[in-house]
């Protein structure tokens, strides 16, 4: 392969920005050229490299398996020159760029985004791209600066830093307590209708974090009829509508208990927790945007907690 130079360097920005925008016509644009001399150049990198980038026809253009994983990588290379000349010049006093953050859907929509406002008015040239799922992303391989995660990933490549230990309770609405009664102890839960979350990692049903009477934990298994899969969102908003018992954290319940919509039940098996922890890439540089962001989480969870 011939030697690396300026040139291929500006030939790869070019690609990132047509595999970003979908577009050959795009890219050209917003970089003051033409689309031709874009497909040229696109063209030449794929001769070099041995092997196609994107996949056209007439109507659409979509990147290749080995396009998609050519860009994610070389989107994180020019990024990290780009920190690099921020660095020596001293512009990364002022946090800058794309941020991309992978995040579960309970844990974005009770806890990350509502104090994300005050994050982008705190540094409004940061941009923010989140991908709200519960499928355990890749954030090295898949091109994310950080991630929020349940415990503690045990991943060498990656920092990992303690957001809260979120408590868990069950919870459910006071129509279908008058219905069903009150349960007071673990036994009484094969009677009612637990509402079950399936893990779409493992297919495997989530167990319920419980507390014997000695206090020693349990990780309480159970069949039910009523299952979920995919998203544990779910499981509340069906509780919510009387369909069950449910367990949840705190931090979501609490609204709709101070309302009276639910009430927490069998208080005397709580008191466990999941930890909340946010991790990114340790071989990487770490950005004035990341460490803003991170910081930004740990001072404000803590104060609410």
């Not at 290379?77 to 946090?95: F, N, S």
């Not at 954030?139 to 045990?154: C, H, K, N």
Request: glycine fraction near 8%; aromatic fraction near 8%; hydrophobic fraction near 40%.
């Amino acid at each position: 392969m011939p030697a690396f130079d300026a040139t291929q360097i500006s030939t790869i920005a070019l690609f990132c920005k047509a595999a970003e925008l979908r577009s050959f016509s795009a890219a050209a644009e917003v970089s003051g050229l033409t689309p031709a001399s874009v497909s040229r150049a696109i063209k030449r990198l794929e001769e070099r490299l041995g092997v196609r980038l994107f996949a056209r026809t007439t109507r659409t253009m979509r990147l290749t398996h080995e396009g998609e994983l050519y860009w994610q990588e070389c989107r994180q290379a020019l990024e990290q020159i780009a920190e690099a000349e921020r660095a020596i010049t001293g512009q990364q006093k002022v946090p800058s760029g794309l941020l991309r953050i992978s995040v579960g859907t309970l844990y974005a929509n009770y806890r990350l985004l509502p104090v994300l406002e005050a994050f982008t008015s705190a540094y409004p040239q940061i941009e923010l791209e989140l991908s709200l799922s519960n499928r355990v992303a890749d954030i090295v391989e898949e091109g994310y600066d950080l991630a929020i995660r349940i415990g503690t990933p045990q991943d060498s490549r990656l920092v990992v830093q303690k957001l809260e230990d979120a408590t868990l309770g069950i919870f459910a609405t006071p129509g279908y307590l008058a219905r069903r009664g009150v349960p007071q102890q673990m036994d009484e839960l094969a009677g009612h209708d637990c509402l079950q979350f399936i893990l779409p990692s493992t297919g495997r049903a989530m167990p319920w974090l419980l507390t014997l009477p000695d206090g020693q934990p349990l990780d309480y298994q159970f069949h039910s009829r009523l299952r979920l899969l995919d998203d544990a969102q779910g499981c509340i908003s069906w509780g919510l509508a009387g369909g069950g018992l449910f367990q949840t954290y705190h931090f979501i319940a609490a609204p709709a208990l101070a309302r009276g919509e639910l009430v927490e039940v069998m208080q005397d098996h709580g008191g466990r927790a999941r930890q909340f922890s946010v991790t990114y890439p340790q071989n990487r540089h770490l950005s004035a945007r990341v460490r803003a962001f991170v910081d930004f989480l740990l001072t404000r969870l803590r104060h609410s907690e």
